[in-house]
């Protein structure tokens, strides 16, 4: 058994809560290509300017999409209303996730690792809707390591810092365990993630394997860095020591 396993075999109970895009994989570009593709089912053309993703819940995505392309966004209001076309660009595109994309170094490691620590409930927060989320993740055989019951996920509130609370909510309703900011640990790629933990009430540890720095994402306020998954043992131990720090403070 590897040391970083005996490590977390101490671990006070924690909820981890994953983002997927860039911190678990890479989607190869079929991720825009889904939000592109859902934008022509639900306009009839294709979008002309295509704002950034990263970070943002998908209503949010849609949103901006559509405003940038001119479109009127106004009886737009429901979170569930993109979800329909947003699924049926995923079913269509999923099948090129395996080919176009990869799971990001460490990560399979990681989820296996902390799946056989029984103090440790591990899902998802994302701004993907939930079917997406699924689709993205069984493309890869990730599914197995995380509980999707009990994610926050786009389809459940358009503002990603809320997503904390939802999932909490399922948490507490399937395990029976409540989790507070201090038992909560986010790990995502983006300072909107960051910001989703600090006004979500959650900790974070930020991974530099997306399109921000390890600076930029200390600079935003996250509570731990690194520039990616790909060494289990610092990995196990960022996790632990900032699991531990938060019980001393
Ligand atoms: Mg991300």
Redesign the pocket.
Known sequence: MPASVNVVAHLPKTLILW?????LIENGGVSKATYTLAFELLAGRAPSARPAT??RTDFQIMHELLSANSIDTEKYVEVTQFEGVLVEAMERNAPQLPQRGHILPGVTEALTALSAVPSVIQSIL?GNIAPNARAKLSAFNLDRWVDLDVGGYGSDDTIRANLVNTSRRKVLKKYRTAFDRLSTILI???PL?VKAAREGGARIIAVAT?AYSADQLVEAGADATLDSLADLNRFMTTLVNLRTDAILA
């Open positions: 983002d997927i895009d860039h911190t990263d970070g994302t995502g790629d983006t993630d997306g």
